[in-house]
């Protein structure tokens, strides 16, 4: 079976059974067929996987949840509850570690723009002739693309994640509930073909000039103070 198909009779049968949400619930496959078609997946594979359209449209009928399930869903939500604060300050760490990322990112951008206009405020740069510091200052300068292409991604996954996690939750209560469940989500993100084409450009060409401009500094650097430990010459931590 075909996408267009699946998802023509899957809201068909919700709208026959006057389901809630028919929106919301066919842009969860719709985007569940595309995540996976991006895996590699045929669009047959993954109806197969899904099940009859039919038979979902069903789980979808609001039903009376048996009393028996009270005192299983009240310990779910309890272990959910836990899960969830845990989860919490997992997200927070990702998060914070995001703004870590982000902040070396323009460090590294003003050091280099520093070395560049030669501005070095109460000399808290290391002192290098200009020509030796421009070229530090380009790895520096790819340096910070770099990282801000790394936090970027790093950003879209914590984001992920967290709506991967957030489904979860959702479908572990559905169930206790006796409700349907929706399609799980990735972990990571995904990124459109042409997105995923710069983004693979920005981080290959800044890695590339941030590890030639580094070794051509040091190279610099070294012949000109006349040896290899150039920062001794320079008296940098004296």
Request: hydrophobic share 50%.
């Amino acid at each position: 079976m075909k996408r267009n198909e699946f998802i023509v009779i899957l809201t068909k049968r919700l709208n026959e059974q006057n389901v809630g949400d028919i929106d919301e619930i066919i842009a969860e496959y719709e985007a569940h067929f595309a995540y996976k078609l991006a895996d590699g997946y045929t669009e047959e594979e993954i109806a197969i996987k899904l099940g009859d359209p039919d038979e979902l449209a069903c789980q979808f009928v609001a039903v009376e949840r048996p009393k028996k399930h009270d005192i299983g869903r009240g310990l779910l939500v309890t272990g959910l509850v836990f899960a969830d604060f845990f989860t919490g300050l997992f997200f927070i760490l990702l998060a914070a570690w995001t703004m870590v990322i982000i902040g070396f990112a323009f460090a590294s951008a003003a050091i280099g723009v520093a070395y560049l206009i030669e501005l070095n405020p109460y000399g808290i740069l290391p002192p290098m002739p200009y020509w030796v510091g421009a070229v530090f200052a380009a790895s520096l300068l790819a340096l910070a693309v770099l990282s801000l292409a790394g936090s970027l991604y790093f950003g879209l996954y914590v984001k992920q994640l967290l709506k991967a996690y957030g489904r979860f939750h959702h479908n572990r209560l559905a169930v206790s509930a006796g409700k349907p469940v929706l399609p799980s989500l990735r972990a990571y993100p995904k990124l459109k073909p042409r997105e995923n084409r710069l983004f693979r450009k920005v981080v290959l060409g800044s890695l590339t000039i941030f590890a030639l401009c580094f070794v051509l500094g040091y190279i610099v650097a070294s012949i000109t103070a006349g040896t290899p430990g150039f920062w001794h010459a320079w008296n940098w931590f004296v």
